[in-house]
């Protein structure tokens, strides 16, 4: 089957360290994947994606590279910001169904 | 920013009454999609639609239903809503592409 697992929160982190959030995957076929960002109150925005093996996504200086060989889609940020709180969806794309398969979300506070 | 509403924005009902939540785009995107999102569950598929009258059940469609009648308009309803149906829900559009945009959330609260 197609499943999503994420790195367990809430994180917390000081202003300037360097972010980690872990996705590994299991999926049917080669899926696309993705990381979705939801700041307080809002709905989720598409924050970066990559479609095949070694692609790497980017945005606001997020980064995630697919790994094939570990089934994995780990975001990364070289320095974080307090306006980067926010809850983190690493997700997958169904192949041939038109359907996304989302893990459970990571809360991330960023202190001052 | 994809130009998707939800409406209402928040809700308070009793339990057994019907409540309908609707989901208005104006991309033209084929497929619609809704979701609730629980805390610890992330986000998950209600019913989708791939088109004016077509729609298909996603992996907690028990106790709702949907309908589409006009590409832009997608509305979920809970024939009788219970307590467990207190949830935020999330409409979601998609073209061609497997990419999803999502609209700004109904938080419904069922007493």
């Known amino acids: 089957g197609n499943s999503v697992t994420q790195m367990e929160g809430p994180v917390t982190l000081s202003e300037e360290a360097f972010l980690t959030i872990n996705c590994t995957y299991t999926a049917t076929g080669y899926p696309s994947l993705f990381w979705y960002v939801q700041y307080p109150g809002e709905g989720l925005q598409l924050l970066l994606k990559a479609t095949k093996a070694d692609d790497k996504g980017s945005n606001k200086g997020f980064e995630a590279t697919y790994r094939k060989e570990t089934t994995s889609f780990h975001l990364e940020k070289g320095s974080v910001q307090v306006s980067d709180s926010a809850v983190y969806f690493c997700?997958?794309?169904?192949?041939?169904?038109?359907?996304?398969?989302f893990g459970q979300g990571t809360r991330l506070t960023i202190n001052p | 920013d994809a130009g998707i509403t939800q409406s209402p924005r928040h809700k308070v009902t009793e339990t057994g009454t019907p409540v309908t939540l609707r989901c208005h785009q104006t991309?033209?995107?084929?497929?619609m999609y809704w979701y609730r999102q629980d805390p610890g569950h992330g986000l998950r598929l209600i019913h989708y639609?791939?088109?004016?009258?077509?729609?298909d059940k996603g992996e907690v469609s028990d106790g709702y239903s949907v309908s589409r009648s006009k590409t832009e308009d997608f509305l979920l309803t809970l024939e009788s809503a219970t307590s467990s149906q207190t949830s935020v829900y999330f409409c979601?559009?998609?073209?061609?592409?497997?990419?999803?945009?999502f609209g700004p959330g109904t938080r419904l609260t069922v007493l």
């Open positions: 991309e033209n995107h084929r497929y």
């Open positions: 979601a559009i998609s073209d061609y592409t497997d990419t999803q945009y």
């Open positions: 639609s791939y088109g004016v009258k077509d729609t």
């Open positions: 997700a997958l794309s169904v192949v041939g169904a038109q359907k996304l398969v």
